[in-house]
């Protein structure tokens, strides 16, 4: 399901102490190794991984990482600064060493301390990093450390070796001893790097080793690394998954989960009577389940609270929902409960619906050839009104009817039967039109080139359902802020902006409407007796888009939009516009950008454009769309002339 990301603690939290000397031996090092000053296999980078050893016991829910750097230039130096994340509530690290070997062959232990620093909140998860900096870093240095990572609760079903990594690797060793009483298939989705042997199975344990490994290149706006990235993929499955054929494999998962599902959804007179109280006898079949819809929503949705304490948890003693009747009893279920709460509510009221199982998009691109069940990680409804197919997910929070979460959108699902039959649908995808971002400013500019005014901003669809979700938990104050730095963002110089209205937080289907007072100094740059004013008085955020010449990986976006901007100027007594620019209008058939300047007695109205149509591009087509994003850019810096008049004399007196 989606949640929202939490904002950058600020603060560094828990030091801990480590112990001052290894207890193992160090692996040795060569003269080689000590007195090499460059990679030709990576002539650019800064440092290398001349050692990447990975050791994972899936049995003891534990992995051993072993990690060698060697320093190549200054820049490389910041790989002294060490940052180990994890996900505090699964997993801790633990019996971490490091060291630091000279080019002369001199050591230093690392005796110094290890915080604990929060990075992020997301999917109502915590992440943290082990961060530590490591003295007496120099180019020509050899930095070491390893660590072991603890999981709790037997997290094994996301096992996987990352064959790549931010530095270019030399050698690398994995190996897996695999968890008992599971079966284990494991794949290599986009193929393994040059000259690597396929991984082999001996003694009970997977082994794969490897040469010359590229650095992974991390890109804005790219596909989820673990997709893009060269690796390993570990599938665990119970005894009933053991089938070799995909067919066939996907046929039991159908059978298994759509007897879970029916089990959970099953109609009741409780069911019934629930239905005949929302609707009415005349309601059409897309008006009844848009009220049951609304019913779902009603609900406590546990997935988009905070996560409780332990000791919270404790006191309220939530009661396990095993059917939609316990969802209605209880008044509560996480996100998937939820959903199949309002596909109960559909199958009572007689409503042509099934429920699909489906992968989101922002971790992994789901493919079914790697017979992964795991990864079909929540659940839609598909419902049918006539002719027309509607996917609906009320257990996402402030997601309007119709709509999917973007990371829902656009996927391919397992449709659920009574026949066990293979069925795959997708998703779909909302167009530009229905997630929409519109400012609209009202100002007035000063003699001093001063804009000063209102702008109202008014979030539709996804734009709006994602602000709810990714604000939900925050008080007025953070809210407020949230609202006002993305103003700021958007415009690419020094702003003043408050906002003025209390903007309604809780609705799913209505627009996220903010109004706001803000000012603009020195907007209008004072040229002789001229002024210049920039058309693109929003653009900051596609300010520095897409700037680079050459691109790695294809261009992957959340969702289609519409980003459009509607400005009138106000312009001071006297003063005349000399020269206008141009309408400009660039169109690569997935995006669109228009700019256009008119001007009516005084008032100078600006309209601009952005429209995005795909959530993917493939690389070989990045030339156009950076020639797109210089355009855009260009027409945002186009700029009106005009002339300081002097002020009427009434005025002057």
């Not at 702008?455 to 994602?466: I, P, Q």
Request: hydrophobic share 40%.
């Amino acid at each position: 399901m989606v949640q929202g990301i939490a904002r950058l603690a600020p603060l560094l939290l828990l030091i801990l102490a480590i112990p001052a000397r290894a207890e193992q031996p160090w692996e040795p090092i060569s003269p080689e190794e000590l007195k090499m000053t460059s990679e030709p296999k990576a002539p650019k980078a800064p440092a290398i991984y001349l050692m990447r050893k990975v050791d994972r016991d899936d049995a003891q829910s534990t992995e051993s990482v072993y990690l060698r750097i060697k320093v190549l230039t200054d820049e490389g130096r910041a790989f002294g600064n060490v940052e180990i994340a994890y996900i505090a509530s699964q997993e801790s690290i633990r019996a971490l060493q490091a060291r630091v070997v000279h080019a002369d062959g001199s050591i230093v232990e690392f005796d110094g301390t290890i915080y604990d620093k929060p990075l992020l909140k997301a999917h109502g998860v915590k992440q943290m990093a082990k961060s530590f900096t490591l003295p007496g870093v120099d180019v020509g240095s050899i930095i070491e450390y390893r660590y072991r990572r603890q999981m709790r609760y037997g997290w094994i079903f996301d096992s996987r070796w990352l064959l790549s990594a931010d530095l270019f690797t030399r050698y690398g060793k994995f190996s897996l001893r695999p968890a008992d009483d599971w079966l284990l298939r494991w794949s290599w989705p986009i193929g393994l790097p040059p000259d690597t042997t396929q991984p082999l199975q001996t003694g009970g344990v997977i082994r794969l080793e490897t040469h010359d490994v590229p650095a992974f290149v991390s890109e804005e706006y790219m596909p989820p690394e673990n997709a893009m990235k060269f690796r390993v993929e570990f599938v665990y499955a119970d005894p009933e998954s053991n089938q070799r054929n995909e067919d066939d494999y996907w046929k039991a998962q159908t059978k298994r989960a759509y007897g879970r599902v029916k089990s959970f959804a099953r109609t009741s007179k409780t069911l019934e009577q629930e239905v005949a109280r929302l609707v009415q006898p005349g309601d059409s079949p897309e008006t009844q389940a848009r009220k049951l819809y609304a019913r779902a929503q009603q609900l406590r949705n546990l997935s988009f609270e905070r996560r409780a304490t332990e000791q919270e948890v404790d006191r309220e003693k939530l009661a396990t929902n095993d059917t939609a009747d316990d969802v209605l009893k209880h008044g509560y279920g996480d996100g998937d409960e939820v959903t199949l709460f309002f596909y109960a509510l559909l199958r009572a009221a007689k409503i042509d619906a099934s429920v699909l199982l489906v992968s989101t998009r922002d971790d992994y691109i789901f493919d079914p050839r790697m017979m992964n069940g795991h990864q079909l990680n929540t659940c839609v409804v598909m419902a049918t009104f006539g002719n027309d197919t509607m996917y609906l997910d009320p257990g996402v929070s402030f997601m309007p009817f119709g709509y999917l979460p973007w990371n829902e959108t656009g996927v391919q699902g397992l449709r659920l039967g009574p026949h066990g039959a293979v069925e795959w649908a997708v998703t779909s995808l909302p167009g530009p039109a229905e997630s929409r971002v519109e400012r609209k400013v009202v100002v007035k500019l000063d003699t001093s080139g001063t804009l000063e005014g209102k702008v109202t901003a008014t979030y539709t669809g996804l734009e709006a359902s994602r602000r709810r979700i990714a604000e939900r938990n925050e008080d007025a104050t953070e809210r407020r802020k949230f609202l006002e730095d993305e103003i700021e963002a958007d415009v690419p110089t020094g702003i003043d902006v408050k906002l003025t209205n209390s903007p309604d937080w809780t609705g799913a289907e209505t627009p996220l409407v903010a109004e706001f007072e803000f000012s603009v100094p020195g907007w209008a740059a004072a040229a002789g007796n001229r002024a210049l004013v920039p058309v693109g008085l929003f653009g900051g955020s596609e300010k520095h888009t897409f700037e680079h010449g050459a691109r790695v990986h294809p261009l992957y976006f959340s969702h289609p939009y519409q980003h459009t901007d509607e400005i009138s100027i106000e312009l001071p007594p006297g003063w005349q516009v000399a020269s206008m620019p141009k309408p400009r209008a660039v169109d690569i058939k997935v995006i669109k950008y228009g700019s256009s300047a008119q001007l009516n007695g005084t008032t100078l109205t600006l309209k601009r454009e952005l429209l995005l149509n795909t959530i993917m591009i493939q690389q070989k087509f990045y030339p156009q769309v950076h020639d797109f994003f210089q355009a855009v850019r260009a027409g945002d810096e186009d700029q009106i002339v005009i002339t300081r008049g002097a002020a009427p004399r009434a005025a002057q007196n």
